[in-house]
């Protein structure tokens, strides 16, 4: 996999066991990487390409992660995508759904029998969707440290999102190195390849690849 930018001259190859570091020293060019592809999440257009061997949407296979403080396990992209994996699951309890829904449909004949209205209605089946937004089915995000939680996050981007690409912004301000390398394991393990934007070079990790856009809009690597 490929990620590309013609603007600044980037060329950055993923490949398996090794972390790319894109590190942008002057503010304004930081300012437009950043700008660039949160548009491109969002579905709109932007100066990266990311492909492998064919071109991949950003906005269905990139996470970018701004702010970790501001994770959100349960976000509507992933709450939407976690129903419908459980209602797959819940189409072949049909047994379990009949008898749910005839002691529903049950109670609500005996509770609209005790008003006065004789003009009430209401579905005779439900969908599973339906039940789990009644019963605030969520993941559970009750993290010990920012560390735990973002390895977390990345689980669930791979099991509930299948995200192939996750881009951090300044991850290093806020990891050790040691959290970083069992962060990058983690991603390897669920198939997820990792981009770390940072505004100053900090500290090296082991196979990581530095590409460096100077103040004079200049590409070294690293």
Request: charged share 25%; proline share 1%; with cysteine.
């Amino acid at each position: 996999m490929r990620l590309v930018n013609s603007r600044y001259g980037i060329n950055i190859e993923f490949r398996e066991n090794e972390i790319n570091t894109l590190i942008v020293e002057k503010p304004e060019f930081l300012t437009n990487v950043v700008q660039n592809i949160m548009k491109q999440i969002e579905g709109e257009e932007g100066d990266f390409v990311l492909s492998d061997n064919t071109s991949i949407k950003i906005d269905k296979d990139v996470v970018f992660i701004v702010n970790p403080f501001a994770i959100d396990f349960n976000n509507k992209k992933i709450i939407n995508r976690l129903y419908e994996q459980l209602s797959d699951v819940g189409n072949d309890y049909i047994q379990e759904y009949n008898q749910i829904n005839s002691s529903i449909v049950n109670t609500l004949d005996k509770i609209t029998n005790q008003v006065s209205y004789n003009n009430i209605t209401y579905n005779l089946e439900f969908e599973w969707k339906s039940l789990y937004k009644l019963y605030n089915v969520r993941i559970d995000d009750n993290c010990s440290s920012l560390f735990e939680r973002i390895d977390e996050y990345i689980k669930i981007l791979s099991n509930v999102y299948h995200s192939r690409l996750v881009v951090f912004l300044n991850l290093k301000d806020y990891l050790s190195m040691e959290q970083i390398q069992n962060l990058k394991q983690s991603c390897f393990y669920y198939k997820m390849h990792v981009l770390l934007i940072e505004s100053v070079e900090r500290y090296k990790l082991n196979q990581e690849n530095i590409f460096v856009i100077d103040k004079d809009r200049c590409l070294i690597v690293k």
